[in-house]
């Protein structure tokens, strides 16, 4: 069963629209070159195109995306809270999953933030002129709020004005709740639950679906960007690719290896030879969700962990644990704000850690969604969404890796989760040549 819904996933066609996205990102970029070195300032070129149909087409496109944000976020988070009424079933591996889920995103976030700082990849370029807002308020609403403000502010005095102005910290925590009342209530409100689960359903399709025009609207953003700021605008988005990709194999080879070294007393060497396919599996596909058959295959044959606890871990952790998306947003965070000339303070890192870590619940294991919920992070913190401009163009191929590193995240706390509840079988783990056949085997040797 699962082996056949894998074939079918490979003999999906891999992905036309990255492929019109690089289009979009590599017209966009050229025609914008040729503007601002070849063509003269003049109406035509500036109030037409630039601030004419680029603005309206990159806007139009930040726009729709937005429009996804709250419903999106609220039902997916919904619905994750309450199909984790399995919790209960489960109780201490079920609590033991959920809080290595939860640290480790928010560990995932830190290094983003640690290693973007380091980077600092949006310096020494000025975008705040791209903005129509003064940017002087940007940030305006956080930077003066304290600490225990800011967490005062999550919980909503009025939740239906919380989602009328997308106050998202307000919205994930609303949200939250009703889906644990829902889990608690169980059967009696499965109208309700399906409801949610539906509602879920169209907020996907509408995802895809605003996706189809993401060529266009890539294309508007970086025409408009690069004849505004010409060959300034690339070095910034080299080091912001470069950062997360630092980031993401820190979390992947050095905080996921260590963990299962300390928690799980596992070799991690073995973990990723065993693992690797499944990663490029998730990295040709970018979804989680596809990937899942394969994991718990893989968690299941090769490394001897019991299904009773892949079977909930991994499809819980495809829903709500996306460290390599976490990684994404704490990147573009500090990119952006340096983009834009904002100064980050305790209390903007702390919230972004928050947000980014409830965003990963909040995005669906499908491609692209990271870049959605994205704009609830930027929000949480008065980030201006024009910086998404720069980011969305060269965001697939960041998807694709991002998407790897969080379904390792989802295997790692499974492995880890099973290995100390006696879950696990530890000479299958060891056993290099465990779940191949044997035409595998003879080619390993
Ligand atoms: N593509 C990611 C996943 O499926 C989600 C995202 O970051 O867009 O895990």
Redesign the pocket.
């Known amino acids: 069963m699962a082996e056949k819904e894998i074939k079918q996933e490979k003999e999906k066609k891999p992905f036309p629209l990255t492929k019109w996205i690089l289009v979009g990102l590599a017209a966009g970029i050229v025609l914008g070159v040729i503007f601002h070195y070849l063509v003269p300032a003049s109406p035509i070129r500036d109030d037409i195109f630039v601030n004419g149909i680029f603005y309206f087409l990159g806007q139009g496109f930040i726009r729709l995306m937005q429009m996804l944000v709250v419903p999106l976020v609220f039902c997916s988070i919904v619905c994750g809270a309450a199909s984790m009424g399995d919790v209960k079933t489960l109780g201490v591996v079920g609590v033991k999953t959920l809080v290595f889920y939860l640290c480790t995103t928010a560990v995932a976030v830190s290094v983003a933030l640690g290693i973007s700082n380091l980077i600092n990849p949006g310096l020494g370029v000025d975008m705040a002129s791209l903005v129509a807002s003064d940017p002087s308020t940007l940030g305006s609403t956080s930077s003066n709020t304290t600490v225990v403000q800011t967490i005062m502010n999550i919980i909503p005095t009025n939740p239906v004005a919380a989602l009328a102005n997308g106050d998202m910290l307000c919205v994930i925590f609303f949200a939250l709740f009703v889906g644990i009342i829902i889990a608690l209530l169980g059967r009696h409100v499965d109208v309700v639950h399906r409801f949610f689960e539906q509602f879920n359903d169209i907020m996907m399709k509408m995802t895809q679906l605003v996706m189809y025009v993401a060529p266009i609207g890539v294309f508007a953003l970086l025409a408009r960007t690069f004849t505004n700021i010409g060959f300034d605008a690339f070095l910034p988005m080299i080091k912001y690719m470069g950062s997360v990709l630092i980031a993401l194999a820190i979390q992947a080879f050095v905080v996921y290896m260590l963990l299962l070294a300390v928690f799980a007393r596992l070799n991690p060497i073995t973990f990723i030879r065993k693992f690797w396919s499944v990663m490029v599996f998730?990295f040709s596909t970018?979804?989680?969700?596809a990937t899942i058959p394969l994991n718990m295959e893989t968690l299941d044959q090769r490394m001897g962990v019991d299904r009773k606890i892949s079977s909930f871990t991994i499809p819980l952790g495809?829903t709500i644990n996306?460290d390599?998306?976490a990684i994404?947003q704490g990147c573009a965070v500090v990119f952006t704000a340096q983009l834009f000339g904002m100064q980050l303070g305790i209390v903007e890192y702390l919230t972004v850690i928050a947000t980014a870590t409830l965003a990963s619940i909040g995005?669906?294991?499908?491609?692209?969604?990271?870049?959605i919920t994205l704009s609830m992070v930027f929000n949480s913190i008065g980030l201006p969404l024009e910086g998404i401009a720069l980011i969305m163009g060269i965001d697939r191929i960041l998807?694709m890796c991002?998407?790897a590193v969080?379904?390792t995240g989802d295997a790692v706390c499974t492995t880890i989760v099973a290995k100390q509840s006696h879950y696990m079988n530890v000479d299958v783990y060891n056993d290099p040549h465990a779940g191949l056949d044997l035409s595998e085997i003879r080619e390993s040797a």
């Open positions: 998730a970018a979804t989680s969700n495809a996306m390599g998306t994404m995005t669906a294991g499908v491609p692209s969604v990271g870049l998807d991002r998407t969080n379904i």
